[in-house]
């Protein structure tokens, strides 16, 4: 399975998991690869940091009425930001657009690579171009 497709499926299990409140463990069962598991494990773990920092970055929006959606597909690309260095920053970016291209209102793509962005400038990942 592409890690593209294990990311898809973290975001569903995190998305269902926020919408339905069953177990994670339930979700995504014992047979998940362990790319996907590793992602959705890290959420939960860095959940407190990276909530904040959605909220911080996503300009008069607070994280409830980010659409669950979008909101989880920002936790697993910050994930992937913040805490796995074998994944370069714009393929996180990249991929998690994808995903509310695909998944989202027509407005998410923007809105979420806004906010992915606006968090790795802050961090000092990457430089303001001009």
Not at 1 to 22: F, I, K, N, W
Not at 74 to 102: F, G, N, S, Y
Request: glycine share 6%.
């Amino acid at each position: 399975m592409r890690r593209s497709e294990q990311r898809r499926a973290a975001v569903v299990a995190l998305y269902q998991h926020d919408v339905t409140g069953r177990p994670l463990s339930e979700l995504l069962g014992s047979d998940a690869p362990p790319f996907t598991k590793e992602l959705v494990e890290g959420v939960e773990r860095h959940r407190q940091e990276i909530d904040s920092l959605i909220e911080q970055y996503a300009e008069g929006w607070s994280l409830e009425r980010i659409a669950p959606l979008e909101r989880n597909i920002m936790r697993v690309a910050l994930h992937e930001i913040l805490h796995r260095p074998d994944v370069p920053l714009e393929v996180a970016i990249d991929e998690a657009v994808e995903q509310a291209k695909q998944f989202c209102a027509a407005d998410a793509p923007r809105f979420v690579n806004g906010v992915l962005a606006a968090v790795a400038r802050a961090k000092g990942l990457v430089r303001d171009s001009g």
